[in-house]
C-alpha cells in the first residue's frame, strides 16, 4: 500500500484546505483510513478517521466541527476538508492506513503512511 497526501499550503486563519490522500496497492486490512498531524517539536496526533464505507467517522474534539473527513473508493481517494482554520492547525498532515476501524485513532496500529504535506495558518 502506498499512500500519497497533497494539499497542504499557506492559508489565512478562518480559511479553508482540503487535503487529498491517493492509495495506490491492495486494499489493507478494513479499509480505514486515518489523518494524523505532527506540530513543531510535537508527536503525531489523531485527527480525524473514516471506514471504508464511510458510514463511520470520528474526530478528535480539536477539530470536530471544523473537520469533515470523507473518501471516494473508485479514485482510491480520502479527503480531509478543513474549514475555520486556526493558528493552531498549523503541522505536518499525514495519511495512513489502519487494519481496523476499532484502532482508528491509534497511531501505533497504523502499518502505511503518506509523506505528509505541510498545512501553515496565519493570522
Known amino acids: 500500500v502506498q499512500l500519497q497526501a497533497s494539499g497542504g499550503g499557506l492559508v489565512q486563519a478562518g480559511g479553508s484546505l482540503r487535503l487529498s490522500c491517493a492509495a495506490s496497492?491492495?486494499?489493507?486490512?478494513?479499509?480505514?483510513m486515518g489523518w494524523f498531524r505532527q506540530g513543531p517539536g510535537m508527536e503525531r496526533v489523531f485527527v480525524a478517521g473514516?471506514?471504508?464505507?464511510?458510514?463511520?467517522?470520528l474526530y478528535s474534539d480539536s477539530v470536530k466541527g471544523r473537520f469533515t473527513v470523507s473518501r471516494e473508493n473508485a479514485k482510491n481517494t480520502v479527503y480531509l476538508l478543513m474549514n475555520s482554520l486556526k493558528l493552531e492547525d498549523t503541522a505536518v498532515y499525514y495519511c495512513?492506513?489502519?487494519?481496523?476501524?476499532?484502532?482508528?485513532?491509534?497511531?501505533?496500529?497504523?502499518?502505511?503512511w503518506g509523506q505528509g504535506t505541510q498545512v501553515t495558518v496565519s493570522s
Open positions: 495512513g492506513a489502519v487494519s481496523v476501524y476499532r484502532y482508528v485513532r491509534i497511531r501505533d496500529k497504523y502499518k502505511f
Open positions: 496497492g491492495r486494499t489493507f486490512g478494513d479499509g480505514t
Open positions: 473514516i471506514s471504508w464505507s464511510g458510514s463511520n467517522t
